[in-house]
């Protein structure tokens, strides 16, 4: 806008080139901007996706109350993917060619995403925290694309370092679905064992509707696996859990990443998931629940929907923040390049997730600590953080 608008004279003429910017803009109107998410409101990890698009909306629905953005209204539409890749792919187009969205916020699932880039990329269209940990969520073209915390593969490898030194572990092995989202954390659970001077076992891989591991966990007892990471649906890592236990494979540990610290995970009846450990870039909600910020938010969410709020409604919450934070920071002439080089110049303390957020030119990536949590109790308890 700057560019283009420089040097000319008038006001009648800057009108002109403002309503003509606006117009190449997509998802840009007078009034409006349209934010689009391809998530899974109905499939294996709608445990994430429904918080996280409820917690997004608080926000939304709030500052378009308040007046919008530059006096524009946010508009979110979110399309159910039920993590199926055709359906993916099917929201993806009605997103960008019939809601003609401006940006992405909160896309679940890594095959997902990875697959929308080839969309998205042309069009230039920024894609901010996907909800999703994965390292090819930074792939190139990178200038579009903003993930918001540390990745699978980092949460992986260093839950394994802790969990090998906390309890002198000899051998890792993975569960895994065959996809882009277990492979990396396969990948990083090797790196783990081998940071750590230890070794990795074997690996098993299931299909999303899988219920049935006793075979699996057998053959990984034989094994001698005595850590084992985990790369499945959020009801798929609580029955691995739970059945582990059934057979008495006590002194075997289980670690997820971000994709499993949900608060419905700790919250499991009966103690099933005691002892289930999980990497993750953001502090659980409910343990700080009296601290200003969560407190705050907990009370803001209740009253807005009715319900009490989890950790992924949280992240919605915190992202859909961010995204305003940005739109205010481009100003009344809002372009994807004023977008991007607002978000490049957000740093800031995110007191509501308890990581520090920071972008730049040559960093998309807002968080890099990990911590490292347990179940104890019915709750997610902090037991380490790098």
């Known amino acids: 806008m700057r560019n283009l608008t420089k040097g000319l004279a008038t006001a009648a003429t800057l009108a002109v080139s403002t309503t003509s910017i606006w117009a190449e803009t997509q998802g840009v109107t007078d009034d409006e901007i349209v934010i689009g998410s391809v998530s899974d409101l109905s499939g294996i990890f709608a445990a994430v996706g429904v918080p996280a698009t409820k917690g997004a909306n608080v926000v939304f629905d709030r500052v378009n109350a308040e007046g919008g953005v530059h006096g524009r209204k946010i508009r979110y539409v979110v399309e159910d993917n039920g993590y199926q890749m055709p359906r993916a792919m ?8 019939r809601d003609k969205v401006f940006a992405m916020l909160q896309s679940l699932g890594t095959p997902m995403n990875v697959a929308g880039f080839k969309l998205l990329d042309p069009k230039g269209i920024p894609n901010v925290a996907p909800l999703t940990a994965a390292r ?21 490898r260093i839950g394994v370092k802790y969990l090998a030194n906390e309890f002198g572990s000899q051998t890792v092995c993975t569960m ?45 007892k034989d094994e001698g696996c005595d850590i084992v990471t985990i790369a499945l649906g959020v009801r798929q890592a609580i029955t691995v859990a739970g059945t582990a236990k059934k057979m008495g494979l006590n002194d075997m540990k289980f670690l997820g990443t971000s994709a499993s610290f949900l608060t419905v995970v700790a919250q499991v009846p009966g103690g099933v998931t ?18 200003p910020a969560p ?22 919450y915190s992202a859909a923040e961010m995204m305003v934070m940005a ?43 990990v911590f490292v949590n347990v179940v104890e109790g019915g709750a997610w308890n902090l037991v380490y953080e790098e």
């Open 274 to 291: 005691d002892g289930f450990y999980a990497a993750a870039s953001w502090l659980d909600l409910w343990a700080r629940a009296d601290e």
């Open 90 to 97: 099917q929201g993806y187009n009605k997103l960008l060619n």
């Open 327 to 369: 739109l205010e920071a481009a100003g009344p002439d809002l372009t994807h390049d004023s977008f991007i080089s607002a978000m490049e110049a957000l740093d800031y303390n995110d007191e509501l997730v308890g990581n520090h957020i920071s972008y730049g030119p040559d960093d998309h990536q807002g968080a890099d600590t």
């Open 136 to 156: 090819q969520m930074l792939q190139e073209p990178m200038d579009n694309k903003f993930t918001s915390f540390s990745t699978y593969f980092d949460q992986s």
């Open 295 to 316: 407190a705050a938010f907990i009370a803001e969410y209740k009253a807005a929907t009715g319900e009490d709020p989890v950790g992924f409604s949280m992240l919605g």
């Open 176 to 220: 895994y679905l065959p996809t882009d989202f277990g492979q990396e954390i396969l990948e990083g659970s090797k790196a783990g064992a081998e940071e750590a001077g230890i070794k990795f076992g074997t690996e098993t891989t299931h299909k999303p509707d899988e219920t049935d591991f006793v075979g699996s966990l057998s053959k990984l």
